[in-house]
């Protein structure tokens, strides 16, 4: 039910840091494995893509513009996202 689904995503989190930065990310799962990451810009263009297996994942950025992005990741089957500011 829904409310299952909504209780199951409250104990499923990741965070990205440094954020804002300007050039390394670190994600981190808190209790599971990530299995993907996406990140698009404000227009919904993917500009990054990785299949991953584990809690961690490094991306260099440094390339990238500067901007407002979209970190999606897949944690144990449910698609989570945050805003990731570039400077």
Known sequence: TTNAVNEYQGQIDFLISPNPTNGKVEIVSDRSTITSVVITNILGMEIYRSTI??????????????????????????????KLIIE
């Open 53 to 82: 297996r584990g809690q961690k994942s490094e991306i260099d950025l440094s390339e990238i513009s500067k901007g407002i992005y979209f970190v999606q990741v897949n944690v144990a089957g449910i698609t989570l996202s945050r």
